[in-house]
């Protein structure tokens, strides 16, 4: 089944859902969106085998681990480091997320430490790959935002009407 089929209404209906509550029972997801617990079942099994199900997590309290501190690391890496780097990003527990960038950075890292010792340890192991810029989050107003999942454009605030200031 083609992913524009399964996101019809139903298919919308059921991603929403699942972005509140991923521990629904069938019956309950059913009954919220209006399929029986087995076409709901089966829908979501097509909804994974075509990619746009991707898993179920579970979200957990990083500093109720230890993680005290959460930063952004800009990566900027010569040629012949960028493999190499891409590689060592990934075995490293500190990185939550990686991201390929355009511009001037090629890198955006995602860290946590549970000390700005283990940071600067941190900072210091990339110095190796290229040239790490930190910055350090004080708070996260927006975290983890709910996709829209109805098919509306997405709104952008528009600034008033009125004379243009040069």
Known sequence: MESTTLLDSYGRKLLGELQLNARLSLAELGRRIGLSPTATAERMKQMEEAGILLGYTVEIDREALGLEVMAFIRMSCGGQHYH??????????????????????????????????????????????????????????????????????????????GRRRF
């Open 84 to 161: 190499r780097l891409v590689e060592y990003v990934q075995t490293l527990e500190e990185v939550r997320e990686c991201h390929h960038l355009t511009g001037g950075d090629d890198f955006l890292l995602k860290v946590t430490t549970a000390s700005m010792a283990d940071l600067e340890a941190l900072i210091e192991a990339l110095l190796a790959y290229g040239n790490p810029v930190t910055s350090l989050v004080l708070s996260t107003p927006v975290e983890r935002r709910r996709y829209d999942v109805t098919g509306k454009p997405s709104t952008i605030a528009k600034r008033p009407a």
